[in-house]
């Protein structure tokens, strides 16, 4: 039977993988890389001698043919982020997708029998940020990250107003753009709070929470601090 892992990578610290994702890795056939060069870090740093492939947002059909044909071959396959969870905010997602609907409706009826696709769970930033945030977890709306222009105001409104923990992802390009939002669409009287996970699991962790204003008022300030990777939550 082949099998199709999808497994969970650290966000930062590589000490961050489970003993099942080491296994893993070191008994598939190949690894698809959204970088290849990323990756190699990891399997360097867990003396893992394995054959990748890149599969990103920008890869062709040609190469999600080719893993469709390495799998009706019998290959274990193994596929990775740059970092936690694939098909998490991730191009992953579609390949997960586009394996699902082809083998499980191929007219091979050997072939969709004997495909499996496989989580192996771990490091996630929305989880990571959530467990030590301090604001409610019972539960919450994972965004994803914000878009850019088209929908960004009306998904500022439906945060103001969300009776629940809204989870999102920001760039160190937007993050004083996001908070200057949150100020304007939750005013003080909605009681809202932030959290502002930076770096997670990195030498530079950091949580921030407070008010919307204290929150874009700790970042302006400090402006060293508007650097790295964002994980937003407001409740």
Not at 169 to 174: A, L, T, V
Request: with cysteine; proline share 4%; glycine share 6%.
């Amino acid at each position: 039977m082949s099998k199709f892992y999808v497994i969970a990578t650290p966000i930062g610290n590589l000490g961050d993988i489970t003993f099942r994702a080491i296994e893993t890795l070191k008994n598939v056939d190949l690894i698809l890389c959204e970088d290849t060069r990323v990756t190699k870090k990891l399997l360097d740093k867990y003396n893992i001698s394995k054959s990748t492939m890149s599969y990103h947002a920008q890869s062709k059909l040609a190469k999600t043919d080719k893993i469709f044909e390495l799998l009706e071959a019998g290959k274990d396959l193994a596929l990775v982020s740059d970092a936690g969870t694939p098909g998490i905010s991730d191009p992953g997602a579609l390949l997960v997708s586009q394996i699902k609907e082809k083998f499980s409706t191929s007219t091979n009826s050997a072939i969709a029998e004997n495909v499996d696709v496989i989580p192996i769970p771990g490091a996630s930033a929305v989880i990571t940020a959530l467990s030590a945030s301090g604001l409610p977890t019972h539960e919450f709306t994972f965004l994803g990250f914000l878009p850019h222009k088209k929908g960004r105001e009306t998904l500022f409104k439906e945060i103001a107003l969300s009776k629940r923990t809204m989870v999102f992802y920001e760039s160190p390009h937007r993050i004083l753009k996001t908070l200057e939002s949150l100020v304007k669409f939750c005013p003080k009287e909605n009681q809202k709070k932030v959290c502002v996970a930076r770096e997670l699991t990195k030498i530079y962790e950091e949580f921030k929470t407070g008010t919307p204003a204290e929150v874009l008022e700790y970042f302006v300030k400090n402006k060293e601090k508007q650097r790295g990777e964002f994980t937003v939550i407001v409740s």
